[in-house]
């Protein structure tokens, strides 16, 4: 004879350790659940870590390789600017420049940069020293024909699509200075055809150059080499050049207590015998007397002189 007694204390048993182990199970699944949320979120912080650690690197090349943009602009600068430099210094006689010659250089300008990279640098290369050449041919020569035969053939007209089209960090200063010595010593015909080219916008565009700190630096060690020229005193080409130069940049601003032999020097060329020299003295003095400090020193009865 079966005992049912027997029989109902296994049948507890075994529902108690049913429970028991779903007790179990529901504890484990429960720890397993917590884990697998601690897993997950050390390794949402890996990444966070790696992505920052990543993120920080790039940051890094970019600066570096901005660093080394920025050196190379400064020294390509102040090449180029010593380049002006001997330009200014240079006394050189009005060239009879032919026709010939400023379509062979317009065509440089105009040509298509295509190739690899390094054929596009060459071709880049091969604008500046057109610019270059523009620049020594007439930077401080009094030659009108000749600028107005440049512009007929396209000059301008190249030099404002490289401000328009270049991106504005491969803009350097010889294509700007290059454009700007056909606005220097010119008369109401060559003003007019620069005038009617309207260059403006591409040149307001300059504005947004991204060297700014590299520009900046470069017109600085430019001040101080124009100014080391006009006291060197070479030739009186040299320093007349210098002298304006500099004018022209303080336009409007005090001079440094060290460049006030500038205004001196200045009142000096009204008397000048040659006409462009004494009339373009005016107009830089003129200039100079925008700021109160500088009309002080220009009004210095030492050496009066009427600027109006």
Known sequence: MIDSTDGLSNTS?????????????????????????KIKELQDQVRILETEKEKEQQEKQIEKRRSDQLFERLKQNNEQFDYFLKCLGTQRKSLNIKRSEWVEMNNGLKQEEKGNEDQKNLIRRKKIEVCQNIVLKLLGVQNE??????????IIDSLI??????????IQPI?????????????????????NKKPYPQLLRLLDHPFTEVIDRSIC??????FSLFQRNISKYSKDRACFCLGLLYKGQELPQSMNSLIAYLKLLLK?????????????????????????????????????
């Open 175 to 195: 294509h700007i200075w290059s454009f700007f010595t056909f606005t220097n010593q010119i008369g109401d015909e060559t003003n007019q055809l620069i005038f």
């Open 13 to 37: 048993h075994d529902i108690n350790s049913d429970k028991q182990n779903a007790i179990h199970n529901e504890a484990d699944t429960d720890t397993n659940i917590e884990l697998n949320k």
């Open 272 to 308: 000048d015998d040659t006409e462009w020299v004494n009339s373009n003295a005016r107009i830089v003095l003129q200039f100079l007397s925008l700021n109160a400090v500088n009309r002080l020193e220009i009004d210095n009865p030492v050496i009066k002189v009427v600027v109006h």
């Open 221 to 226: 060690g430019g001040i101080d080499k124009i």
């Open 161 to 170: 699509w490289i401000f328009a089209s270049y991106p504005i960090e491969q």
């Open 145 to 154: 024909s000749s600028r107005i035969i440049a512009i007929e053939v396209g």
